[in-house]
Nanobody, 115 residues
Framework: VQLVESGGGLVQAGGSLRLSCVVS????????MHWYRQAPGKQRDFVAA???????TYTNSVKGRFTISRDNAKNTVVLQMNSLKPEDTAVYYC??????????WGRGTQVTVSS
């Protein structure tokens, strides 16, 4: 199973980025799809999640600015990030949990927000 993130980059504060994660390989039915992030010297933190039915959850600091969505047919999860702040700078990781509770991580994509 392979998770490949894309869409990271350098953006000015107030700008937007769209992260995508494509899941491929021999994976059982995907249940939950998440985005996490890890800033330098800090632990990896939860950002957003979406269930197979489309229910979404966000950490408080990104509510109203980030939107998570998924395409079940394409095994893809997207994180639309608007009104970016310097404190959003981190490596963003895709994580999925299948219906028999196996989990998988991507390698991450760097997001840098300049002030």
């Amino acid at each position: 199973v392979q998770l490949v993130e894309s869409g990271g980059g350098l953006v000015q504060a107030g700008g937007s980025l769209r992260l995508s994660c494509v899941v491929s390989g021999d994976i059982f039915s995907i249940n939950l799809m998440h985005w996490y992030r890890q800033a330098p010297g800090k632990q990896r933190d939860f950002v957003a999640a979406i269930s197979s039915g489309g229910t979404t959850t966000y950490t408080n600091s990104v509510k109203g600015r980030f939107t998570i969505s998924r395409d079940n047919a394409k095994n893809t999860v997207v994180l639309q990030m608007n009104s970016l702040k310097p404190e959003d700078t981190a490596v963003y990781y895709c994580h999925v949990l299948d219906s028999i509770n196996r989990d998988y991580w991507g390698r991450g994509t760097q997001v840098t927000v300049s002030s």
